[in-house]
């Protein structure tokens, strides 16, 4: 591998959580060799507009333009058009802000030109200035669907119109068999000096993009290189439910039982002080471990997190 390639990082990213380790390396080193190939389970289509939460999570923080406090949507948001939307009696639990609105018209109008999500996220980041390259898993429609006492649901409905209530037995991805990595994904995965998996859900996020065809097996091929950075902190999730979907599952909430998920894959496993009790187990797994402080809050944790796992 040529000392150029070396520096290239390619990153497996779900949303919030990602972004704040993606953040950090998007600072800690040439933006322009970070690739980030993103979750597109949580896609959506509402009032006749492809939503893309996670593409756009990653891009508008990239981009600085990101809602601070939620993580999601754009800063200094506004819901006009949300309002009125309700006057027709219309569902609203999907919170849509009219900034964000026009990046959702912009993908929707593309896509029924004809361009794919591969053109449309392209030409997102490259309108916020983003300079790393952010690539959809696939240019096909993924949808990750939770399956739940209370019936089958797409993941948005379950995490934010049900709130994450419903107990959870199992997820699939509609459509995956027939569906293909998106132009570059294998190629950035073959090709990085090394490839990061963030500390995203691994069932929702990290999960659609691993049952990609030929994603797992391309990670398998670059083992050594892949570091995974684990979203459970002392049994709890970083962001968002994995803890309680890894309990409901039967896979159990700690850094071990995601180490399982990933040991097939991963060279080296990633961890917070607060588990280092749980290294040998990991180890014995055949992957070896870091010990680094993964919660980041700041940008300075952001940067120092990601400072070390370029040193790794
Ligand atoms: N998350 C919420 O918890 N509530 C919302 O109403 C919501 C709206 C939303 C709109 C656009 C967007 O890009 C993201 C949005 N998110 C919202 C975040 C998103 O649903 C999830 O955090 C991700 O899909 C999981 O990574």
Redesign the pocket.
């Known amino acids: 591998m040529s000392p150029a390639k070396k520096l290239t990082v390619t990153a497996l990213a779900?949303?919030?959580?990602a972004s704040k380790l993606l953040l950090g390396l998007y600072h800690a080193m040439d933006p322009h060799a970070l690739t980030v190939i993103v979750?597109t389970g949580?896609d959506i289509v509402l009032h006749g507009l492809k939503?893309?939460?996670?593409l756009?999570?990653v891009t508008?923080t990239l981009a600085g333009v990101v809602d601070p406090t939620?993580?999601?949507?754009m800063r200094g948001e506004t819901f006009h058009f949300l309002k009125r939307l309700a006057t027709y009696g219309r569902e609203t639990?999907?919170?849509?802000?009219d900034r964000?609105l026009a990046t959702h018209v912009h993908r929707t109008d593309l896509l029924a030109r004809g361009k794919t999500l591969t053109q449309a996220a392209e030409s997102i980041r490259t309108a916020l200035g983003v300079k790393s390259r952010i690539l959809p898993m696939s240019d096909q429609p993924i949808p990750t669907i939770i399956e739940t006492r209370d019936g089958n649901m797409h993941?948005?409905e379950y995490?934010?119109k049900h709130r994450t209530e419903p107990g959870v037995r199992g997820i699939h991805f509609a459509g995956i068999k027939h569906a293909h990595a998106a132009p570059g994904v294998l190629e950035s995965i073959c090709d990085a000096g090394r490839v990061i998996i963030c500390p995203?859900?691994p069932l929702?996020?990290i999960g659609p993009i691993l049952a990609v065809p030929r994603v797992r097996e391309q990670l398998r091929a670059r083992r050594e290189s892949v570091i995974a950075v684990c979203p459970i902190v002392g049994g709890k999730s970083l962001k968002?439910p994995s803890d309680k979907m890894l309990i409901q599952l039967g896979c159990g909430s700690s850094a071990s039982a995601v180490a399982k998920l990933y040991a097939d894959f991963t060279g080296t496993f990633v961890i917070d002080r607060r588990d280092a009790a749980q290294a040998p187990a990991i180890r014995a797994l055949g992957m070896k471990v870091a010990i680094l402080p993964t919660v980041m809050r700041t940008r300075a944790q952001k940067r120092k997190l990601a400072r070390a796992l370029l040193a790794l």
């Open positions: 779900g949303g919030i959580g979750n949580d939503i893309s939460p996670d756009d999570i508008y939620k993580g999601w949507g639990w999907f919170n849509l802000g964000d993941f948005q995490l934010i995203s859900n929702i996020s968002g």
